[in-house]
């Protein structure tokens, strides 16, 4: 089966993102487990008497069904992958910035069945009530790995020495971590650098730290595009975020 003519049953996946077409139709951003992100026409999904209406939401896990030629196939089917609660209200605007990360930094018909997985268990997680900021951190760290721009947080970029706990650092984009001597001030802790690396994000200082140095690393490979969910995340709350 090739891209220009395909028929997919069933396959697992998510809407990220959905915009109107024509009347009562809609073109789809999805992400599935084996096929990658892809655009998917949806016919007649719009309006009070749209069967799919309630289906095709951003977060819900699903079974797509599509069919077709070129780069974007027509949606024939979908139905919910067993039942999933809904996100608390609290974690919307965080979940809305996972999509908006996979929609930018993901290219189409790339399988990446590991960052399927990553994000289906951030989502499972913000369900059940886990702490938002460690999935938030734990999740750029495993995308950026996924993509190939993964963190060294073990040791130093030019002496390859071990990042020492006691140690602070600062963090070049194109270069990696860089020792800073005894300066504190704008700088990353050692033990935050090592927690980041065990993924056990528990205090205060190592949850500042990351966020820091994740979205540093995040802007680089953003190449100076914005994240419409930080900016309105900014004018609701008067600061960054996620």
């Given at each position: 089966m090739?891209?220009?003519?395909?028929?997919?049953?069933?396959?697992?996946?998510?809407?990220?993102?959905?915009?109107?077409?024509?009347?009562?139709?809609?073109?789809?951003e999805?992400?599935?487990?084996?096929?990658?992100?892809?655009?998917?026409?949806?016919?007649?999904?719009?309006?009070?008497?749209?069967?799919?209406?309630?289906?095709?939401?951003?977060?819900?896990?699903?079974?797509?069904?599509?069919?077709?030629?070129?780069?974007?196939?027509?949606?024939?089917?979908?139905?919910?992958?067993?039942?999933?609660?809904?996100?608390?209200?609290?974690?919307?605007?965080?979940?809305?910035?996972?999509?908006?990360?996979?929609?930018k930094?993901?290219?189409?018909?790339?399988?990446?069945?590991?960052?399927?997985?990553?994000?289906?268990?951030?989502?499972?997680?913000?369900?059940?009530?886990?702490?938002?900021?460690?999935?938030?951190?734990?999740?750029?760290?495993?995308?950026?790995?996924?993509?190939?721009?993964?963190?060294?947080?073990?040791?130093?970029?030019?002496?390859?020495?071990?990042?020492?706990?006691?140690?602070?650092?600062?963090?070049?984009?194109a270069?990696?971590?860089?020792?800073?001597?005894?300066?504190?001030?704008?700088?990353?802790?050692?033990?935050?650098?090592l927690?980041?690396?065990?993924?056990?994000?528990?205090?205060?200082?190592?949850?500042?730290?990351?966020?820091?140095?994740?979205?540093?690393?995040?802007?680089?490979?953003?190449?100076?595009?914005?994240?419409?969910?930080?900016?309105?995340?900014?004018?609701?709350h008067?600061?960054?975020?996620?």
């Amino acid at each position: 089966m090739t891209r220009s003519s395909r028929r997919i049953d069933l396959t697992p996946g998510y809407v990220l993102h959905h915009r109107p077409w024509r009347d009562t139709s809609r073109i789809l951003e999805v992400l599935t487990r084996e096929h990658g992100r892809l655009t998917l026409f949806a016919r007649g999904v719009r309006g009070p008497r749209a069967r799919l209406a309630p289906v095709l939401q951003p977060f819900q896990p699903l079974l797509l069904s599509f069919s077709g030629r070129g780069e974007a196939a027509q949606l024939t089917a979908a139905e919910r992958c067993g039942e999933a609660a809904t996100l608390p209200a609290a974690t919307l605007m965080a979940a809305f910035y996972l999509n908006e990360l996979l929609l930018k930094l993901t290219t189409r018909h790339d399988p990446l069945p590991q960052l399927y997985d990553h994000y289906d268990a951030t989502l499972r997680a913000l369900r059940s009530g886990a702490a938002l900021e460690p999935c938030l951190r734990i999740f750029e760290k495993r995308l950026l790995e996924v993509l190939g721009y993964g963190l060294d947080l073990k040791s130093e970029a030019y002496s390859g020495r071990p990042i020492r706990a006691q140690g602070y650092y600062h963090f070049r984009p194109a270069q990696g971590l860089i020792t800073a001597g005894n300066v504190r001030t704008g700088t990353l802790s050692g033990d935050s650098l090592l927690a980041l690396a065990a993924e056990e994000l528990g205090s205060e200082r190592a949850l500042a730290d990351a966020r820091r140095l994740l979205h540093s690393a995040l802007a680089a490979c953003l190449e100076g595009r914005q994240l419409s969910t930080r900016t309105v995340a900014r004018a609701l709350h008067g600061r960054t975020a996620p």
